[in-house]
C-alpha cells in the first residue's frame, strides 16, 4: 500500500536536503514523491536513522573495507544500503539488500536509484533462511543482519552460514512488539544466541522503548 504524497511534506524534505547537501535525504525526499510506503516514516524516523548511523560508525571503526560485497539481510527500505554506499570512511564495493517481503525490492531500488544506475547496489527478494552463500559467485566480504528479532531460531539460521563469515548482527529486547521472535534480555544474551567465533565489537544503544544491541565478528 502506497501513500499519496503531501505536497507540504514533500517541500519539507526537499528543503531539509538542500539545507543539509546531504545525498540521502535527496534520494528519501525523492522516494515521498514518488509515492511512498505508509510505513516508510517508520523505516527513516529518527531512531531508525540513528541505529543505522551507529552501525556505520563502528563499522568504520572495525571493518571499514569488507573484503567483498556486503549483503544487508532482512534489509526493509534499503535505508541502510543507502547510508553504507555514501559513508567515505567504509570502501564498499556493492550492497545487496535482500528482505522477504516483495514490496521492499522496488522501493529500496527506487531510493538507491543512483547505486543501481552505477551497479553498487541491487534488491533481491528471498528469505534469509533459505541463502547458500557457498553458491554465490563472489563470497560477501560481510553479512548485516539487523532484524535478527524478527527471525523463529538465530542459531539455527546462524548454522546455515559459512564458518568464519564476517557478520555484523542486531537484535533488541523490545519483546512486546509482536513481530518479535528471537529477543534478547542482554548484550550477554545475545552473544550467547549469536555465539560468534570471534567477536570484534560489543555494544549496547538504549532507547526510549528498549535497547538495541550489535555484534560484529565472525560466524
Ligand atoms: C521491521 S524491519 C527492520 C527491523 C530492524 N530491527 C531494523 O531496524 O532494521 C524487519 C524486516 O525483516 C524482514 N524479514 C523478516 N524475516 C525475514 C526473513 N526470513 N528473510 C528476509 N527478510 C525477513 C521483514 O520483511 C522486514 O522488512
Redesign the pocket.
Known sequence: MTQEPSEAFHDILRGVAALTRNPVAADIARLYGKGAPVDLSIAVNHK?IA?KQWLVETLAETLPRPDGPVWV??A?YGVLGALLLEEPQLAISEVVS????PG?AIVAETLNHRHVTAKRFRAITA???GLDFAAQERRPGLVIN??C???DDVPGWLATLPAGLPLLL?SNDYFREPDHRSCVASLEAFQEQANLSETWFTGALPTKNYTRFMLIGAR
Open positions: 531508525q541505529s539481510l532482512g526493509w535482500l528482505d522477504i517481503d521492499c528469505d534469509m533462511t539487523t532484524s528479532e524478527h527471525l542486531q
